[in-house]
């Protein structure tokens, strides 16, 4: 299957969820780094690190795909 086919196919619920929450993790860690005012170095270490993380959830469980072969 390849990455175009995987990224077409249909969703599990739970990965719907878990990529919602992966997008919700990197916009706010991209509003933290993008905010206008200086923060502490820790809290924008912070964003970058969810940032990282979500965008990483997100692309995973995106690619996750349900397979009616998986039990044959």
């Not at 175009?4 to 706010?28: H, S």
């Not at 170095?41 to 995973?60: F, I, K, N, P, R």
């Amino acid at each position: 299957m390849t990455i175009r086919k995987r990224a077409q196919a249909p969703t599990p619920k739970f990965f719907k969820v878990l990529r919602n929450i992966g997008l919700a993790l990197a916009a706010i860690g991209g509003s933290i780094l993008a905010a206008p005012i200086a923060l502490p170095v820790v809290v924008t270490t912070v964003g970058g690190y969810l940032v990282v993380a979500g965008g990483v959830a997100s692309a995973v469980s995106q690619l996750t795909v349900e397979d009616a072969n998986v039990n044959k």
